[in-house]
């Protein structure tokens, strides 16, 4: 779906002559698209071989602690997941081991505020502040 979608712009910008496509494609950061993928691979990866099982047995436990201790503490745990791999990718992971406990609502918004909070806790939990960082560092 990307692909398509992307050509249709590129075209449109070829079209338009306002902005060099051909210059915007050359000066892509290529080191954080290939991170990322990367990093989405792995955790879709691990995801499929157990973690979504253990984060479903431990969002157990923390339910098991009653309101509103639990939604405080899936909040935190949803945010340091989110922290060190990006918020899509731990949202890849929580969102199948929160429908596996029957789904609280209240625990579906924890794990929508936690994976925002999260990624602002690391350089790399933003592909938004991973892409400021390079560009502050091709610009010098």
């Known amino acids: 779906m990307a692909v398509p979608i992307a050509l249709i712009v590129l075209g449109l910008t070829w079209i338009n002559k306002k902005i060099n496509a051909l210059r915007a494609v050359r000066t892509a950061p290529r080191r954080i698209v290939v991170f990322s ?28 602690l009653g309101q509103p201790l639990s939604t405080v503490l899936s909040g935190f745990f949803f945010a340091l997941l989110a922290a060190p791999m990006s918020n899509m990718p731990s949202g890849m992971l929580g969102n199948p081991a929160v429908s596996r406990l029957g789904t609280p609502p209240w625990l579906i918004y924890a794990n929508v505020v936690g994976n925002d909070i999260g990624p602002r806790f690391t350089p790399i939990g933003s592909l938004a502040t991973l892409l400021w960082l390079y560009m502050l560092d091709r610009k010098g």
């Open 37 to 64: 993928l990367g990093m989405y691979l792995i955790v879709f990866g691990v995801g499929r071989e157990g973690l979504k099982h253990l984060l479903s047995t431990a969002l157990g436990w923390v339910l098991s």
